[in-house]
T-cell receptor, first 116, second 115 residues
Framework: GAVVSQHPSWVICKSGTSVKIECRSLDFQATTMFWYRQFPKQSLMLMATSNEGSKATYEQGVEKDKFLINHASLTLSTLTVTSAHPEDSSFYIC????????????FGQGTRLTVV | GNSVTQMEGPVTLSEEAFLTINCTYTATGYPSLFWYVQYPGEGLQLLLK?????DKGSNKGFEATYRKETTSFHLEKGSVQVSDSAVYFC??????????????FGKGTKLSVIP
């Protein structure tokens, strides 16, 4: 099946620094990718929709200047957490739709971000 | 808007017990329905899906039937194993416009299977 690779799988950074997370579709092209955030023991919260060749669409309450999304190519989307703070510590997951009529979504393995 | 409601956990079962995780949905259109599984520290994996009413999705002994009349997609397995311990998410897709796709998730149900 389709593969979505997310990197890094975990990262620890200092407060005030920026962290970039990559999401790649390895064997298919994805004009759209989704970024989710998952808090402990909670469901996935959609943060934004990444669109190749255009600006990302952010969900209400998500700071676009803090969570920068760039869809550089048909196989790569990046999420940069800028000026990270401890409250940004979370599990971030990307997904890409594929299949006929985009009826399937494949997920990256997730990135555990810890801001100290 | 769309929503997914699934039974709250955690659910603890003994090995070889029967599993049911209830899931109901609200959608304006004709969604596809999914069950995803998340093992500790990992991303989500598609477990099974159904794209239209009365379809039955099945995989690894798990089954779920798309019931439009009850707007449900309950997950079942006849005999669980310790390796089934994970968090299970019910989800629906609602294609809204050309080339658009978005998943709405339930809150997840944590399953623990004890030997």
């Amino acid at each position: 099946g389709a593969v979505v690779s997310q990197h890094p799988s975990w990262v620890i950074c200092k407060s005030g620094t920026s962290v970039k997370i990559e999401c790649r579709s390895l064997d298919f092209q994805a004009t759209t990718m989704f970024w989710y955030r998952q808090f402990p023991k909670q469901s996935l919260m959609l943060m934004a929709t990444s669109n190749e060749g255009s600006k990302a669409t952010y969900e209400q309450g998500v700071e676009k200047d803090k969570f920068l999304i760039n869809h550089a190519s048909l196989t790569l989307s990046t999420l940069t957490v800028t000026s990270a703070h401890p409250e940004d510590s979370s599990f971030y997951i990307c997904s890409a739709p594929t299949g006929q009529m985009n009826t399937e979504a494949f997920f990256g393995q997730g990135t555990r971000l810890t801001v100290v | 808007g769309n929503s997914v409601t699934q039974m709250e956990g955690p659910v603890t079962l003994s090995e070889e017990a029967f599993l049911t995780i209830n899931c109901t949905y609200t959608a304006t259109g004709y969604p596809s329905l999914f069950w995803y599984v998340q093992y500790p520290g990992e991303g989500l994996q598609l477990l099974l899906k159904a794209t239209k009413a009365d379809d039955k999705g099945s995989n690894k002994g798990f089954e779920a039937t798309y019931r439009k009349e009850t707007t449900s997609f309950h997950l079942e397995k006849g005999s669980v194993q310790v390796s089934d311990s994970a968090v299970y998410f019910c989800a629906l897709s609602d294609p809204t416009g050309a080339g658009s796709y978005q998943l709405t998730f339930g809150k997840g149900t944590k399953l623990s299977v004890i030997p």
